[in-house]
Every structure is written in C-alpha cells, then in structure tokens.
C-alpha cells in the first residue's frame, strides 16, 4: 500500500486542494486531509474510505464510538472528525434557520427522535426567530424525565435569547401529551413571562411525526 508522499503530488489530498481548490476533491479525499494519516498498510486516503463506507457523516450527531470500532481511527482521529463535522452542521443550522411553525423545528431534534432515553432539547431564538443555539437540557430515563424552568432557560438568558421552543422525544413512540408535558409546559410558559424570554411552542417528537403542543391547544 502506498503512503500518500509516494503519490504523484497532483494527486495528493492537500496539494490538489491547495492548486485546485477544495470543490475539486472527492469526500475521500477532503477526509484524508482531515484525518491527516492513516496505519501500517493503510494510507490515509483508504482509511477515509473505510470510514466513509462505514459511518454515516450526514447524521445529526457522529456516533464517536462507531469511528473508533475502524481499525486504524483512534480517539485523537475520532475527536477530530466528530469536531469538524459538529462546527458544519451548526454553521448549516443557522445560516438562515428561521423558525417560522412547528415543523421548522424538525431538522434541530431529528437526532432525537429515535433515542431509547428521553432527551430534552431548548432551542434559543433572537427577535427575527431564528436560531441563536441548540442545546440538549436532560437525558431521562425512558419515558420518566425531571425538567425543571431553570435548567431550561439558564442558557437561553446568557445568550440573550428574545424567545425559545423546547422538544423532547417519547421513546414510547406515542404523539399524546402526557399530563406530565402539559404541566411542565405551563411551567415554563410562566417561567418565561417573568423573565420576558416567552415560550413559543412545545414539540413532540418520535420515529413516526411530531406533535406541536400550541397546535394542540395547551399553550
């Protein structure tokens, strides 16, 4: 197996970036550059292939576990590729992410939506409602969570946020508010009147659709 230096420079990753810029590389090779090296027998240009064929980069969260299983992508390596791919996805999610109903909401908690554990998200919205940050609140226990207003609106305040909405997924797969999400619900909406920050909305969400809580009537 050749090493990247005994390929023609033309074709190595980084000087073909460099002389004909990043649009004419394929995924393999725009990932070799970043993993940088490869193993014993391996060059990094295979081992980007490897990786490719076997972990799904278009997902919302990168399973770091799931790299480090490939023989050759080590924590370092894994740290590297999950970090890259974390600064695009939230450079995408806000450029122009504005929050207009409850289904532009969908593309902030689709790595939710299939969680075993309910997780808890707040989405932070600025004046022209869009999206300030993203950020996972708790991680329950299957079906039972304890969510309490400030935990919720802790970040929201440092970043300024004029609004939020909050989603959490049911594990269960119902599209039912329990009373349990209608009484945090109202906790927050009233939570979010006293500090002028107001709750705009509260999703469901599973495998199968979601389920907006204003639309539904409870707020």
């Not at 974390?86 to 689709?110: I, N, S, T």
């Not at 797969?173 to 009373?179: K, Q, V, Y």
């Amino acid at each position: 197996m050749k090493v990247i230096k005994d390929l023609p420079e033309f074709d190595r990753p980084r000087e073909k970036l460099l002389s004909k810029g990043p649009m004419a590389l394929s995924d393999s090779e725009l990932l070799a550059i970043l993993i940088g090296s490869g193993m014993k027998g391996t060059n990094a240009l295979s081992l980007a292939t490897k990786i490719l064929r076997k972990v799904d980069l278009r997902s919302d969260k990168l399973d770091v576990d799931s790299l480090e299983e490939i023989p050759g992508v080590g924590p370092a390596k894994a740290a590297r590729i999950a970090a890259a791919f974390e600064l695009v996805r939230r450079h995408l999610q806000r450029e122009g992410a504005r929050v207009r109903e409850a289904k532009d909401v969908l593309p902030f908690v689709q790595q939710i939506r299939e969680k075993h554990q309910e997780y808890f998200v707040c989405l932070s919205l600025n004046g022209a409602n869009e999206v300030i940050e993203n950020r996972v609140v708790t991680v329950g226990l299957l079906d039972s969570n304890q969510v309490h207003p400030r935990e919720v609106y802790a970040d929201p305040l440092t970043d300024r946020a004029a609004s939020i909405i909050v989603a959490h997924n049911h594990p269960s797969g119902t599209l039912e508010a329990s009373p349990e999400d209608i009484a945090l619900t109202d906790r927050l909406v009233r939570a979010g009147k006293l500090l002028g920050i107001p709750l705009l909305d509260h999703i469901i969400v599973t495998k199968r659709g979601y389920l907006s809580l204003k639309q539904a009537g409870y707020l």
